[in-house]
């Protein structure tokens, strides 16, 4: 999740009460052009997931990218392996009903589909200036036309495409025979946003699990394309040395469930090319997490600018640091993104 704007945090565009503090997040202090990570594999036995080769291949593959694109070396710890159950076991249970509220119910059919609307077009119109850009990538991609020429159509539009991409999830199966999206909370964005605000001991999760959700916060445009689907987000971290961690879930490049391959634009990827585009995804981000890069939107060059739908072949053809270098634009400029976090949620 991440294009138009930059919701790394939760409570970035949460509304809080009168009484909530809200505090940058400190960049980080970068020693040396080194730095190690903490990693997880996050496995949910539901779903097929990367091999030890694999996951050796996605992390080479991210520790090159990065020193290519930020001259960054990184470091990785060896990867330590934890059920889904146990990892949200670490996950504070903090305020978990408001929490809710903030979510888009598909699964229970009682979601406000008019707030969803709302939203889309709260950050659209903050970005009036990029609209018709914004537009002329999404056109090709949204299930059914504008029904209005205008950001109130064009919010419309991008909801109705989310959910009917969305709810496909409530229907296929999983490697149980069961619905890939169950009445577990591991598909909700919200959850993996607020997993680091307790005691989480990674800096990086890498997970099988599909990140697929609708909230009433945060959601752009990319995200909406694809039906609510998360590749990666950085998120504040109560115990992390960044003071953030992310996650990227391997679900969209390991997977040929044909909503999957369609948003792929047809591609299939075998098994040594799926590890390397979600390592070079994962470079992306890093450049989060290190620097808070933005996102550079439809500068194809550049690491930042996300994939369009989940082709992710073409996107990593198309990147090039020469052409995308620190600095080159607003949003590759270190300290691009404005991250926050509310104090109030923070577990001791």
Same mark, same amino acid.
């Given at each position: 999740?991440?294009?138009?704007?930059?919701?790394?945090?939760?409570?970035?565009?949460?509304?809080?009460?009168?009484?909530?503090?809200?505090?940058?997040?400190?960049?980080?202090?970068?020693?040396?052009?080194?730095?190690?990570?903490?990693?997880?594999?996050?496995?949910?036995?539901?779903?097929?997931?990367?091999?030890?080769?694999?996951?050796?291949?996605?992390?080479?593959?991210?520790?090159?990218?990065?020193?290519?694109?930020?001259?960054?070396?990184?470091?990785?710890?060896?990867?330590?392996?934890?059920?889904?159950?146990?990892?949200?076991?670490?996950?504070?249970?903090?305020?978990?009903?408001?929490?809710?509220?903030?979510?888009?119910?598909?699964?229970?059919?009682?979601?406000?589909?008019?707030?969803?609307?709302?939203?889309?077009?709260?950050?659209?119109?903050?970005?009036?200036?990029?609209?018709?850009?914004?537009?002329?990538?999404?056109?090709?991609?949204?299930?059914?036309?504008?029904?209005?020429?205008?950001?109130?159509?064009?919010?419309?539009?991008?909801?109705?495409?989310?959910?009917?991409?969305?709810?496909?999830?409530?229907?296929?199966?999983?490697? $149980?025979?069961?619905?890939?999206?169950?009445?577990?909370?591991?598909?909700?964005?919200?959850?993996?946003?607020?997993?680091?605000?307790?005691?989480?001991?990674?800096?990086?999760?890498?997970?099988?699990?599909?990140?697929?959700?609708?909230?009433?916060?945060?959601?752009?445009?990319?995200?909406?394309?694809?039906?609510?689907?998360?590749?990666?987000?950085?998120?504040?971290?109560? $115990?992390?040395?960044?003071?953030?961690?992310?996650?990227?879930?391997?679900?969209?490049?390991?997977?040929?469930?044909?909503?999957?391959?369609?948003?792929?634009?047809?591609?299939?990827?075998?098994?040594?090319?799926?590890?390397?585009?979600?390592?070079?995804?994962?470079?992306?981000?890093?450049?989060?997490?290190?620097?808070?890069?933005?996102?550079?939107?439809?500068?194809?060059?550049?690491?930042?600018?996300?994939?369009?739908?989940?082709?992710?072949?073409?996107?990593?053809?198309?990147?090039?640091?020469?052409?995308?270098?620190?600095?080159?634009?607003?949003?590759?400029?270190?300290?691009?993104?404005?991250?926050?976090?509310?104090?109030?949620?923070?577990?001791?």
């Amino acid at each position: 999740m991440l294009a138009i704007m930059v919701p790394l945090c939760l409570m970035a565009l949460k509304p809080g009460r009168a009484d909530e503090e809200w505090y940058p997040v400190p960049r980080p202090q970068i020693h040396g052009n080194k730095a190690m990570f903490r990693v997880a594999h996050a496995i949910n036995p539901r779903f097929s997931h990367m091999s030890k080769a694999q996951l050796a291949i996605v992390l080479a593959e991210a520790r090159q990218v990065a020193k290519d694109h930020f001259g960054i070396e990184i470091i990785f710890g060896q990867p330590e392996q934890i059920g889904i159950s146990e990892l949200f076991a670490l996950r504070p249970s903090l305020a978990d009903e408001d929490l809710l509220q903030w979510v888009y119910d598909f699964k229970g059919d009682s979601g406000k589909r008019h707030l969803l609307v709302a939203d889309l077009l709260e950050r659209l119109r903050a970005n009036n200036a990029q609209l018709a850009e914004i537009y002329a990538f999404a056109a090709p991609h949204l299930i059914a036309p504008l029904a209005s020429d205008n950001a109130e159509g064009f919010a419309e539009a991008l909801t109705d495409t989310l959910l009917r991409r969305l709810y496909v999830w409530r229907v296929l199966p999983a490697i $149980d025979r069961r619905a890939v999206i169950d009445d577990t909370v591991y598909n909700e964005w919200a959850f993996w946003d607020t997993l680091a605000h307790g005691a989480l001991p990674y800096d990086i999760v890498i997970t099988n699990q599909l990140v697929a959700s609708a909230e009433y916060y945060g959601m752009d445009v990319h995200s909406a394309l694809r039906g609510g689907i998360s590749v990666g987000t950085t998120s504040y971290s109560r $115990d992390g040395p960044f003071h953030t961690y992310a996650f990227l879930s391997t679900f969209p490049f390991a997977n040929d469930y044909v909503p999957i391959v369609k948003l792929r634009g047809g591609k299939r990827y075998g098994e040594e090319e799926a590890a390397r585009l979600a390592g070079a995804y994962l470079a992306h981000e890093i450049g989060h997490v290190l620097l808070h890069l933005g996102h550079p939107f439809n500068q194809s060059a550049c690491v930042m600018n996300p994939a369009q739908l989940l082709d992710f072949r073409t996107w990593r053809d198309n990147l090039d640091a020469a052409r995308c270098p620190l600095g080159s634009s607003a949003e590759m400029v270190p300290g691009a993104a404005k991250l926050t976090y509310n104090a109030s949620w923070i577990v001791r």
